[in-house]
């Protein structure tokens, strides 16, 4: 059993930076593929980024040049720097761990980009 737990979600104007959090525990070996997700209201459940065990990433083309992932492996962490955030990107952002081909999924957590 893995758990996810994010954090680092908020009101932040047009513009703004935000950088989200996601702390894995339990059985955390062998988290071969960790990630972020979005569902905004009314829309499916969405990639925004994902990033291996050894650092290669892939990232959503809305986001591409203005969010950035990234991962520490010894803190079972990881991290969405989000930049030059827009109001589409108001959404609620999971976290998603792939452990042993199982998917396990964060409560989530509320971004949104309003002036």
């Known amino acids: 059993q893995v758990q996810l737990v994010e954090s680092g979600g908020g009101l932040v104007q047009p513009g703004g930076s935000l950088r989200l959090s996601c702390a894995a525990s339990?059985?955390?070996?062998?988290?071969?593929?960790m990630g972020w997700y979005r569902q905004a209201p009314g829309k499916q459940r969405e990639l925004v980024a994902v990033?291996?065990?050894?650092?290669?990433?892939n990232y959503a083309d809305s986001v591409k040049g203005r969010f950035t992932i990234s991962r520490d492996n010894a803190k079972n962490t990881v991290y969405l720097q989000m930049n030059s955030l827009k109001p589409e990107d108001t959404a609620v952002y999971y976290c998603?761990?792939?452990?042993?081909?199982?998917?396990?999924w964060g409560k989530g957590t509320l971004v949104t980009v309003s002036s």
């Open positions: 339990g059985s955390t070996d062998s988290i071969h593929v």
């Open positions: 990033i291996s065990n050894i650092g290669d990433s």
């Open positions: 998603n761990g792939v452990h042993y081909g199982i998917n396990y």
